[in-house]
Nanobody, 116 residues
């Protein structure tokens, strides 16, 4: 399993970013996919999940209404559109195969830094 997240960067509060995660080594369309994040000095936090087809999604209260998860099964790619970013969104974002933290294994996160 290989998961590569990218698209992070340094932005100002109120800006937008779109993260992408490319997947290899498994049948992407057969798994729900999840975004987690870890802020400096804090525990890993669940952000959002999407089902296999993309029809059903769920979000943490802290990002609901600002973030949108989506996927393109033909491209083996997961996305996270992040709007109205806040300094508290600063974190390394990880994509995961499935719905558990263990699904991050084999992946590389992307750093998002939001300045106030």
């Amino acid at each position: 399993v290989q998961l590569q997240a990218f698209g992070g960067g340094l932005v100002q509060a109120g800006d937008s970013l779109r993260l992408s995660c490319t997947a290899r080594g498994f049948i992407f369309g057969s798994y729900a996919m999840t975004w987690f994040r870890q802020a400096p000095g804090k525990r890993l936090e669940w952000v959002s999940v999407i089902d296999r087809s993309g029809a059903d999604t769920s979000y943490a209260d802290s990002v609901k209404g600002r973030f949108t998860i989506s996927r393109d099964n033909a491209k083996n790619t997961l996305y996270l559109q992040m709007n109205n970013l806040k300094p508290e969104d600063t974190a390394v974002y990880h994509c995961a195969k499935g719905i558990r933290v263990a699904g991050i294994k084999g992946g590389q996160g992307t750093l998002v830094t939001v300045s106030s």
